[in-house]
C-alpha cells in the first residue's frame, strides 16, 4: 500500500503493529485491519474572487466500515496529503470503538491554506468538494465533521449542498452544525470539555491538586481554547498557550477571558499585553503539570520528548507524539499519558450524539449530552486505566489494545464475503 506512504501513515502503521503483536494478531488479520477500505482523491477547480481559476487537492479516507458508517473530520492545511488522512482515519477506527460507538473511522481534507481564502472562495470550494464526495458519502455511509482549519460554517456548506443534491434536507449528512440547522448543543465544546474531564479524572488518580496544578496549551483552536477553560474551571491554572504564530507565558496565570477578547480581535494569542512571548519550541518543554498538545501531529519526538517536564501528557491533538518519543516518555516513566484516542474523543462521542438527534429528529438539552459524554468517557477511562495496570502496558497500547480488538472480532464474527 505504497500509496499511503507518509510520516504520520507509517507512524499509525507502527502503533498498530505494536498493537498487533501485544494482541497476537494472527498475521492473516493484520492486512485487513490495518490498511483503509477505500480512498477518494479529487481535484477541486475554483473560482478566486479576482476571477483565476485554481485547483485543488481533496482527499476522503474511509479507513472500515464494518461497525458502521465511518466517522471523522475535514481538515483544510496546506499539508494535508494522502498518507496523513489515512493515519488520522485509522486513529479514528481505534477511537470508536474504544468509546463503543457504531462507526468505522474515516478523515478528510484539502490542501489549503484557509486563512488566505476568502469567506466566498472557501465557501465555492467546500461546495465542490461536497459535491466530488456524493457517490462516497451519507448519513448511512460516511459522515464528516470539523477538524483543523473547518468549523460550525464549514459543516453548513456542506450540509446545503447534500441536501441540494439529494432534493430535501439531510441533516445527519455532517455533524459540528450550527445548532440552529439540527446541530447538537455542546458539540462545538465537546472534545475540549472531554479532554478537561479526563485530566480532571487523571489528577484524582495521581493525587494532583487542581488548585495547585498549571498547565500548557500548545494550538489555542477550538480543543486548545475549550480545553484551558475548563482546566480553569476545575482550578488550573493555565500558564502558557500557543497557536501557528507563536506562544505567550505568564507564571501567574493568564486571564483566559481578557485572552479570549485579545484572540478574537487579533486573530492570535501572539502579542497579549500580559504576558511574555515564548516559542512552541519552548512551550512544549517549560515546566508544568499538565502538558496539551492540541495542534498537529508528531509535536513530541525523539528531540524533545526527554526535556518535557509534565506530570499529565494530555494529547488533545490526533497523534502529537512519535512512537520514538513514546519508548523515551516510557523508559521516564514519571508521566502519565491520557492517549490521544481516548483523550479527545469527547468530539466524536458527541458527534455520534448530534447524528442520533437528526436521524431521529428528537433533540437533547445541553445537560443531558455531557451528563451521556462523561459516562462514555468515564468507562473508556476506566477500562484503559484497569488494562494498563493489569497487563502492566502504557496507556496508549492499553487504549490502542481495546479499540483494535474490537474492530477485530467485529470482522471475525461477520466473516469473510462472499
Ligand atoms: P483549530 O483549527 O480550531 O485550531 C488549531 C490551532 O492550532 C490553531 O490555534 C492554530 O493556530 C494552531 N496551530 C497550527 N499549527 C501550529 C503549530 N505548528 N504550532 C502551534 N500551533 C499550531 O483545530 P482544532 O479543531 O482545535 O483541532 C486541533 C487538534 O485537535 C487537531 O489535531 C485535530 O485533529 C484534533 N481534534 C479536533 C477535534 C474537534 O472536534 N475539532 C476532535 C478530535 C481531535
Same mark, same amino acid.
Not at 481505534?94 to 478528510?108: D, E, F, H, S
Not at 460516511?142 to 439529494?166: K, R
Not at 479570549?260 to 515564548?278: L, S, Y
Not at 497487563?391 to 489494545?401: F, N, P, T, W
Given at each position: 500500500m505504497?500509496?499511503y506512504?507518509?510520516?504520520t501513515?507509517?507512524?499509525?502503521?507502527?502503533?498498530?503493529?505494536?498493537?498487533?503483536?501485544?494482541?497476537q494478531?494472527?498475521?492473516?488479520?493484520?492486512?485487513?485491519?490495518?490498511?483503509?477500505?477505500?480512498?477518494?482523491?479529487?481535484?477541486?477547480?475554483?473560482?478566486?474572487?479576482?476571477?483565476?481559476?485554481?485547483?485543488?487537492?481533496?482527499?476522503?479516507?474511509?479507513h472500515?466500515?464494518?461497525? %458502521?458508517?465511518?466517522? !471523522?473530520? /475535514?481538515?483544510?492545511?496546506?499539508?494535508?496529503? &494522502? @498518507?496523513?488522512? +489515512?493515519?488520522? *482515519?485509522?486513529?479514528?477506527?481505534?477511537?470508536?470503538?474504544?468509546?463503543?460507538?457504531?462507526?468505522g473511522?474515516?478523515?478528510?481534507?484539502?490542501?489549503?491554506?484557509?486563512?488566505?481564502l476568502?469567506?466566498?472562495?472557501?465557501?465555492?470550494?467546500?461546495?465542490r468538494?461536497t459535491?466530488?464526495?456524493?457517490?462516497?458519502?451519507?448519513?448511512?455511509?460516511?459522515?464528516?465533521?470539523?477538524?483543523?482549519?473547518?468549523?460550525?460554517?464549514?459543516m453548513?456548506?456542506?450540509?446545503?449542498?447534500?441536501?441540494?443534491?439529494m432534493g430535501?434536507?439531510?441533516?445527519?449528512?455532517?455533524?459540528?452544525?450550527?445548532?440552529?440547522?439540527?446541530?447538537?448543543?455542546?458539540?462545538?465544546?465537546?472534545? %475540549?470539555?472531554?479532554? !478537561?474531564? /479526563?485530566?480532571?479524572?487523571?489528577?484524582?488518580? &495521581? @493525587?494532583?491538586? +487542581?488548585?495547585? *496544578?498549571?498547565?500548557?496549551?500548545?494550538?489555542?483552536?477550538?480543543?486548545?481554547?475549550?480545553?484551558?477553560?475548563?482546566l480553569?474551571?476545575?482550578?488550573?491554572?493555565?500558564?502558557?498557550?500557543?497557536?501557528?504564530?507563536?506562544?505567550?507565558y505568564?507564571?501567574?496565570?493568564?486571564?483566559?477571558?481578557?485572552?479570549?477578547?485579545?484572540?478574537?480581535?487579533?486573530r492570535?494569542?501572539?502579542?497579549?499585553?500580559?504576558?511574555?512571548?515564548?516559542?512552541?519550541?519552548?512551550?512544549?518543554?517549560?515546566?508544568?503539570d499538565?502538558?496539551?498538545?492540541?495542534?498537529?501531529?508528531?509535536?513530541?519526538?525523539?528531540?524533545?520528548a526527554?526535556?518535557?517536564?509534565?506530570?499529565?501528557?494530555?494529547?488533545?491533538?490526533?497523534?502529537?507524539t512519535?512512537?520514538?518519543?513514546?519508548?523515551?516518555?516510557?523508559q521516564?516513566?514519571?508521566?502519565?499519558?491520557?492517549?490521544?484516542?481516548?483523550?479527545?474523543a469527547?468530539?466524536?462521542?458527541?458527534?455520534?450524539?448530534?447524528?442520533?438527534?437528526?436521524?431521529?429528529?428528537?433533540?437533547?438539552?445541553?445537560?443531558?449530552?455531557?451528563?451521556?459524554?462523561?459516562?462514555?468517557?468515564?468507562?473508556?477511562?476506566?477500562?484503559?486505566?484497569n488494562?494498563?495496570?493489569k497487563?502492566?502496558?502504557s496507556?496508549?497500547?492499553a487504549?490502542?489494545?481495546?479499540?483494535?480488538?474490537r474492530?477485530?472480532?467485529?470482522?471475525?464474527?461477520?466473516?469473510l464475503?462472499?
Amino acid at each position: 500500500m505504497d500509496i499511503y506512504d507518509h510520516p504520520t501513515f507509517r507512524m499509525a502503521c507502527r502503533q498498530f503493529d505494536l498493537v498487533a503483536n501485544h494482541l497476537q494478531i494472527p498475521d492473516s488479520d493484520r492486512a485487513r485491519l490495518k490498511y483503509p477500505k477505500r480512498s477518494m482523491v479529487v481535484a477541486l477547480p475554483i473560482r478566486r474572487d479576482d476571477g483565476a481559476i485554481q485547483v485543488f487537492s481533496g482527499y476522503r479516507v474511509q479507513h472500515h466500515l464494518t461497525l %458502521g458508517p465511518t466517522k !471523522g473530520g /475535514l481538515r483544510y492545511h496546506p499539508e494535508v496529503a &494522502l @498518507g496523513e488522512v +489515512a493515519a488520522l *482515519a485509522m486513529w479514528m477506527s481505534w477511537k470508536c470503538a474504544l468509546t463503543g460507538l457504531p462507526y468505522g473511522g474515516a478523515k478528510g481534507g484539502i490542501a489549503c491554506e484557509p486563512h488566505q481564502l476568502s469567506a466566498a472562495e472557501l465557501e465555492r470550494l467546500t461546495r465542490r468538494y461536497t459535491q466530488e464526495m456524493i457517490p462516497f458519502i451519507g448519513p448511512q455511509t460516511d459522515v464528516m465533521a470539523p477538524d483543523l482549519g473547518t468549523n460550525e460554517q464549514i459543516m453548513a456548506w456542506m450540509m446545503d449542498s447534500y441536501s441540494m443534491h439529494m432534493g430535501y434536507t439531510v441533516p445527519s449528512i455532517v455533524t459540528g452544525k450550527p445548532v440552529g440547522l439540527g446541530g447538537s448543543v455542546g458539540r462545538r465544546e465537546a472534545t %475540549g470539555r472531554g479532554v !478537561g474531564y /479526563l485530566i480532571n479524572r487523571t489528577m484524582d488518580v &495521581l @493525587g494532583l491538586e +487542581a488548585n495547585k *496544578a498549571t498547565a500548557i496549551v500548545q494550538g489555542y483552536g477550538n480543543v486548545g481554547s475549550v480545553t484551558a477553560f475548563s482546566l480553569a474551571r476545575y482550578g488550573v491554572k493555565v500558564i502558557a498557550v500557543s497557536d501557528v504564530n507563536g506562544g505567550i507565558y505568564n507564571a501567574n496565570g493568564l486571564d483566559l477571558w481578557k485572552l479570549e477578547k485579545h484572540n478574537t480581535d487579533q486573530r492570535t494569542v501572539v502579542g497579549f499585553p500580559e504576558a511574555d512571548p515564548i516559542t512552541n519550541e519552548q512551550l512544549l518543554t517549560t515546566p508544568c503539570d499538565i502538558l496539551v498538545p492540541a495542534a498537529l501531529e508528531r509535536q513530541i519526538t525523539e528531540t524533545n520528548a526527554a526535556k518535557i517536564r509534565c506530570r499529565v501528557l494530555a494529547e488533545a491533538a490526533n497523534g502529537p507524539t512519535t512512537p520514538e518519543a513514546d519508548a523515551i516518555l516510557e523508559q521516564r516513566g514519571e508521566i502519565f499519558l491520557i492517549p490521544d484516542v481516548l483523550c479527545n474523543a469527547g468530539g466524536v462521542v458527541v458527534s455520534y450524539f448530534e447524528w442520533v438527534q437528526d436521524l431521529q429528529s428528537f433533540f437533547w438539552t445541553e445537560s443531558e449530552v455531557v451528563d451521556k459524554l462523561f459516562r462514555i468517557l468515564e468507562g473508556a477511562f476506566t477500562q484503559t486505566v484497569n488494562l494498563s495496570r493489569k497487563q502492566k502496558i502504557s496507556m496508549r497500547l492499553a487504549a490502542l489494545s481495546l479499540g483494535v480488538r474490537r474492530v477485530q472480532e467485529a470482522k471475525k464474527t461477520r466473516g469473510l464475503f462472499p
